[in-house]
């Protein structure tokens, strides 16, 4: 079956920084997403990676292997406005999105 | 950037009755449409996919008689949950994709209350 796990909670300190890992299974691979969602907002895109390797966005990085079937999101010097949810997105070879259950991130001052 | 428009933001309706949400991308042509609904503190659940001119592919468990969608155009899809019950109420967000390969770009939702 289809598969995507990522922690349901992680709590982090502003000015730090966070990777929130995402692992999966699919029936084929056409890309990994990233999204953030604010509490009772709809989900914004952050990144889409299908090569692997690591794209750097602003304090914003997402990382791919492939052969793993594994993807992290890398945010650096984390503000308070970065308290969301993020979602991890596999897309199969049917170019279906499979969601993961997302991860909530906390941000302490 | 790309942008959908998702309308109303908010909706309160009476049980029985029925509730049409419009979702619109504005600068593009979206090939596929999407409709999520997402209840408190839980993932984005895809209700169906829908390709304009052709019907919706609905998701298991999903009845396609309660919400019924129309992608009339290449900008334009509707639900509307027909004969609303309480255990409707939640958020439903809708999503358009210009191409096969291409990230999602999702309206605001719109939060139904069923009373």
């Known amino acids: 079956g289809q598969n995507i796990d990522q922690p349901t909670e992680m709590t982090a300190t502003e000015g730090a920084i966070v990777q929130i890992n995402c692992t999966y299974q699919t029936s084929g691979f056409n890309g990994l997403f990233w999204y953030q969602q604010h509490a009772g907002e709809a989900p914004t895109f952050l990144s889409y990676?299908?090569l692997d390797g690591l794209e750097e966005k602003g304090r914003f990085s997402s990382f791919l292997s492939r052969s793993k079937g594994y993807s992290y999101l890398l945010l650096k010097e984390l503000q308070m406005k970065d308290s969301a949810s993020y979602l991890c997105a596999a897309m199969d070879s049917n170019y279906q999105l499979i969601w993961g259950a997302g991860t909530k991130l906390i941000i302490k001052p | 950037g790309a942008v959908v428009s998702q309308h109303p933001s908010w909706v309160i309706c009476k049980s029985g009755t029925s509730v049409k949400i419009e979702c619109r991308s504005l600068?593009?042509?979206?090939?596929?449409m999407f409709w999520y609904r997402q209840f408190p503190k839980q993932s984005l659940m895809l209700m169906a996919t829908s390709n304009e001119g052709s019907k919706a592919t609905y998701e298991q468990g999903v009845e396609k008689d309660k919400f019924l969608i129309n992608h009339a155009s290449l900008t334009l899809s509707t639900l509307t949950v027909t004969s609303a019950h309480p255990e409707d109420s939640s958020f439903y967000i809708c999503?358009?994709?210009?191409?096969?390969?291409?990230?999602?770009?999702f309206g605001n939702g719109t939060r139904l209350t069923v009373t």
């Open positions: 600068d593009f042509q979206a090939t596929t």
């Open positions: 999503s358009a994709r210009q191409g096969e390969v291409q990230s999602l770009h």
């Open positions: 990676n299908v």
